[in-house]
Nanobody, 128 residues
Framework: QVQLVESGGGLVQAGGSLRLSCAAS????????MGWFRQAPGKERECVAA????????YYADSVKGRFTISRDNAKNTVYLQMNSLKPEDTAVYYC?????????????????????WGQGTQVTVSS
């Protein structure tokens, strides 16, 4: 059974930092893209960051460029999201996702329907 388990969410003041982790089990994603999505109340789920299997190709939403960094440790089957300079508008449930097929085009990274496995989500709340 494949599982993605996120951790690291919480409450932080504006300007602060959090580091999210997503540990995968049940299969390896060392050759597949993985990403972080978020969904705020009343809004659609959006991709904030995604990474190719090697980390050579990445995607960032314009709203987080320069503040968030995605990284991965394939030996640990884990992907991370370092979030700095957090803003109240970053408040959302953050989800980790992984593609089942390896070596897919980077044009698929930001599309939620291109991901096959999802974590349960972790709440990030940024207070002003």
């Amino acid at each position: 059974q494949v599982q993605l388990v996120e951790s690291g969410g919480g409450l932080v003041q504006a300007g602060g930092s959090l580091r999210l982790s997503c540990a995968a089990s049940g299969r390896t994603f060392s050759r597949s893209a993985m990403g972080w999505f978020r969904q705020a109340p009343g809004k659609e789920r959006e991709c904030v960051a995604a990474s190719s299997w090697s980390g050579a190709n990445t995607y960032y939403a314009d709203s987080v460029k320069g503040r968030f960094t995605i990284s991965r440790d394939n030996a640990k089957n884990t992907v991370y999201l370092q979030m700095n300079s957090l803003k109240p508008e970053d408040t959302a449930v953050y989800y980790c996702a992984a593609q089942a097929s390896p070596f897919r085009s980077s044009s698929t990274y930001y599309r939620a329907n291109e991901y096959d496995y999802w974590g349960q989500g972790t709440q990030v709340t940024v207070s002003s």
